[in-house]
């Protein structure tokens, strides 16, 4: 198609891994270029000078920023193979409320697992629990969020997993008994070569985690 | 059509009148349910037990919620006319960006100049005026957002003008200096009667705000 697509991400970013699985499952040739947070390029500022912020997908020079809009556009735009999204307007706008609720909760959840200690971080792990039940619940039965197959939902809640080691790891947090359906679902998906590409692995996130709690805390 | 539309929302709510603007362009004929939010229904407790928030919108039994999630579905069954969202990819990916910006920077903006005082509002001030700006820029010399024709972003953005008179007189912050092509847009779009007939006065609005800072801080 001659079409040049370039992302503007980084390694360890939940966001830019959803926009890595999008363009895997749809195919797409794209150069992948990893930005240093502490010094941000020329070409992140101005392609996304409101938020400064990866992930950014430059389609033929035009950027696309925030990583759900970003999937949604690759959805319409590479539309001839594996749709994210429903196609009925119902189930579409019930896929846009999961991933909503991923944004809203799911990911502030996590953010406050790992930086606390004694009670305040019992009271984090009693959240982050919940915030993954009412997850669990809607996945019920299902292979996958949408169903059948691997869809926009799955796509935005399962760069989390690669965080779940070093939850369970540092802060003490198994979803494994919790959610034992969940767990299966995420070990579903990353059997799919889409997503096993596009996350790193659960041990670097682990050392990366064990690093910021040094610093915010000094040593054990 | 036959179709049953039930609509639980409150007042005061930007983000219900989102949704009234969106069913006034579609002419979409649907039941008004005002909500007691100190005390609210069970139907509204069934329809979003996640998040238990209006507005919810029911259509034949089926609840549909959060707000720009609503307008999108409303958009999508009702496409015989008023197209709110834009037919291209990319342009509609914008249309996405500038109303999530609304829903990150506006919002919170707006939330932060009544409750303060001192030093502390005039941060907020600051602040207040610099997210409208980025909107003034966005805007530039259009009529809409859109282009041509009001839309999604236009839709998302206009109910906070029902507060702007309650920011100018309590909170000492006009718009209208700073961002007179807004306020041009803003009355413009009130001259729709989508737009007019969904937002309450706001003199209404003034009046509460004045009423919860008595609460707040006693009086003057």
Redesign the interface.
């Known amino acids: 198609m001659g079409d040049e697509v370039i992302l503007l991400d980084f390694w360890r970013s939940i966001f830019g891994m959803r926009v890595r699985i999008a363009l895997a499952e749809k195919g797409v040739k794209y150069e992948y270029k990893e930005e240093d947070l502490g010094n941000k390029s020329p070409l992140l500022l101005e392609m996304n000078p ?1 938020h400064k912020k990866i992930p950014v997908l430059i ?1 033929n020079g ?1 950027p ?3 990583s759900l ?2 999937v ?2 690759i959805d ?2 590479w539309n001839s193979k594996s749709a994210l999204l429903p196609s009925d ?2 189930e ?2 019930q896929a ?2 999961w991933a ?2 991923i944004d809203k909760k799911v990911y502030d959840a996590g953010r406050k697992v790992w930086p606390r200690k004694g009670d305040e971080m019992e009271a984090s792990k009693k959240e982050f629990i919940e915030v993954y039940k ?1 997850l669990e619940e809607e996945l019920g039965d299902k292979p996958y969020f949408g169903g059948e197959t691997f869809g926009y939902v799955d796509l935005a809640l399962i760069p989390f997993y690669c965080w779940f080691y070093a939850y369970g790891t540092i802060g003490n947090v198994s979803l494994e008994a919790e959610c034992p359906k969940l767990i299966a679902w995420a070990k579903r998906c990353m059997q799919k070569e889409s997503v096993a590409k596009s996350l790193p692995d659960q041990r670097k996130i682990y050392g990366y985690v064990l690093e910021m709690k040094k610093k915010r805390f000094g040593s054990e």
């Open positions: 409101i389609h035009k696309i920023c925030e809009i970003i949604q556009y319409e735009v307007p119902y579409r706008a846009r409320f909503d609720y009412v």
